[in-house]
């Protein structure tokens, strides 16, 4: 299809829906089923701009589209972000897609939280993060939260916390921090979300929240998540990373996964396979970035 007209918000027609098409496939727009120009068009198509050193208008001038269709020479979008070895290539090739159209402060939230995760159909031996009740994954002193032999000691020992190391999951997290050197982190899903935001800058090193108030209080509901957005069901919260793929602090059998937005799956060290996952119920963007 070839640019006929300028597009803008409330517009229609085969033009705007190959538009939304192409949002979608670059990660910048969560569904593309009609061939209306709402709000959420405007979102991704602003943020497309922003990346590719275009007017921030959200409108879909000449400009805009050889961009998004590179029709013109030197008009391609820029180029993909290299995403952490460890991720499968293609949740690699789609993440390092997205991440190169937001924000700088985005990308770094994601890339970090990315170096923490697994990638369930690599077949890694062990969690890089185990998931640890109560815990961020940056202290107030902006350090990592490292899992050393002590911490485990005292998190182990307290009852309250028994059910979530039950069945396994303190032997397997005891064998992996032993093997790694006492390396890895730990953290619980909001506290991943908490450390990450106190490392970047987003919130002060003494923040804190749980999920739902993460949710609930510092973001505004998006219907078009993009790399470093909140994914949220009561409870439970994941960082969007992009490419319809998100970073989440799982369980005691799982740690912190990488997880596809609409197949959610985990990888289950206790039991060695692979377990299906709720849905999520809606997505926040952050008010602060």
């Known amino acids: 299809m070839t640019y006929s007209r300028i597009l803008k918000r409330y517009m229609t027609g085969d033009d705007v829906k190959a538009v939304k098409d192409k949002l979608l496939e670059i990660g910048l727009l969560h569904a593309s089923t009609h061939d209306k120009y709402g709000n959420d068009t ?11 050193g275009l007017d ?59 170096n923490q995760a697994i990638d369930p159909y690599e ?57 790694s050197g006492y390396t890895i982190t730990g953290a ?30 510092h973001c505004v509901q998006t219907n078009a998540p993009q790399a470093g957005d909140l994914a949220w069901r009561s409870g439970h919260i994941g960082l969007v990373v992009g490419g319809g793929y998100i970073v989440e602090w799982v369980g005691g059998a799982y740690g912190c996964q990488l997880t596809k937005m609409n197949n959610r799956k985990v990888y289950d060290f206790i039991e060695g396979r692979i377990r299906p996952m709720s849905k999520w119920s809606a997505y926040g963007d952050p008010k602060k970035y």
């Open 56 to 114: 921030i208008d959200g409108v879909v001038g000449k400009y805009t589209w050889a961009a998004l269709f590179a029709t013109e020479p030197g008009a391609e979008p820029i180029g993909a972000v290299t995403v952490p070895s460890h991720i499968g290539a293609d949740a690699a090739e789609a993440i390092g897609k997205s991440l190169a159209l937001v924000s700088d402060i985005r990308r770094k939230i994601c890339l970090d939280a990315l």
């Open 123 to 179: 077949g890694e031996e062990y969690p890089r993060s185990f998931y640890i009740r109560g815990g961020n994954l940056y202290n107030k002193d902006l350090s990592l939260n490292v899992m050393a032999e002590s911490k485990l000691n005292s998190y182990f020992s307290r009852s309250d916390y028994a059910p979530y190391y039950s069945d396994g999951r303190e032997e397997m997290m005891r064998e992996a921090a032993e093997r």
């Open 188 to 217: 619980d899903c909001s506290g991943g979300i908490v450390g990450l935001w106190r490392k970047h800058g987003v919130e002060n090193s003494g923040f804190d929240a749980n999920a739902n108030t993460l949710y609930g209080s």
């Open 42 to 52: 405007y979102k991704a198509v602003k943020t497309f701009q922003a990346a590719n």
